[in-house]
């Protein structure tokens, strides 16, 4: 994958088709990601952060990532210069967007020129919202750098369908059950039993925004019934996935081609 260091526009509102991407890049400026429809991932050396329609993604200034689109996705960049606004989260950071951040976000990713008056006041109600809307909830699955965790990792996500013991895991990828359950503590920062339950609600915000039913998303997702699968995402992030499974799927008024040039 090529990479690109350097990118001319952080603030752009674009329409995509699902599965389009944006490769490795960073920015000079801080940038806050929201999709207004549709979802979108964001995926650093830390790992990947996924966000529908009632959440935004703050990525600070250098930090490299990448992006992939789920859904039919409206998707908005804004850029924040870190000179002028300081205090944002040092790490990229899931934002629960309220009414008015949305509505800013959308008209300052909109904007013909960013160095006007008018423009820097709407980026400074954006920022004094930041505060008290930086939150933690199933949307982050954090990426393993141990390569018995990688390959065990992936062995989940390749069997979400039917999920596999951590006995079975250790079976097949030659490492003991006890040595895998320290490693998803001590790397992971979380049991098994959660990491795993992340990453099927990742999996499942993306169903969603691809438009599949509750009843299709459980069963892929490895849920036994769809009434599991719902009282699951009725825990803490809940309001993510429940209204990701409610919106409508917008139409694309400018197909692009995958990949997407990078530039954003």
């Keep these: 994958m090529s990479e690109n260091s350097h990118h001319r526009l952080a603030t752009t509102s674009l329409t995509l088709p699902p599965g389009a991407r944006i490769e490795r890049h960073r920015h000079p400026s801080h940038q806050i990601v929201y999709p207004s429809a549709g979802a979108v991932s964001v995926t650093t050396h830390a790992g990947t952060w996924i966000t529908p329609v009632n959440r935004a ?99 989940i996500a390749d069997n979400l369908t039917q999920p596999l013991t951590l006995q079975q895991i250790g079976g097949r990828i030659g490492v003991s059950q006890r040595t895998l359950s320290r490693l998803f503590s ?17 999996h499942a915000l993306v169903l969603l925004a691809e438009r599949h039913d509750v009843t299709s998303v459980a069963s892929e997702c490895g849920w036994a019934t769809p009434s599991a699968f719902i009282d699951t995402y009725r825990q803490p992030g809940s309001a993510a996935l429940a209204i990701a499974a409610k919106r409508p799927a917008p139409a694309l008024r400018h197909p692009r081609t995958e990949p997407v040039r990078p530039g954003l």
């Design 186 to 202: 001590d790397e992971l920062g979380m049991t098994f039993p959660q990491w795993r339950t992340q990453l099927r609600l990742q």
């Design 57 to 155: 993604i703050w990525i600070p200034a250098g930090c490299w990532h990448q992006h992939k689109f789920h859904g039919h996705t409206q998707f908005h960049g804004v850029a924040l210069d870190p000179q002028r606004y300081r205090g944002g989260p040092a790490t990229p950071t899931v934002l629960a967007v309220n009414p008015l951040m949305r509505e800013l976000i959308i008209a300052c990713s909109q904007a013909d020129r960013t160095d006007t008056d008018e423009h820097h006041r709407m980026l400074a109600v954006l920022q004094d919202q930041l505060p008290t809307t930086s939150i933690r909830e199933p949307l982050w699955v954090p990426s393993p750098t141990d390569r018995r965790l990688r390959h065990a990792c992936a062995l």
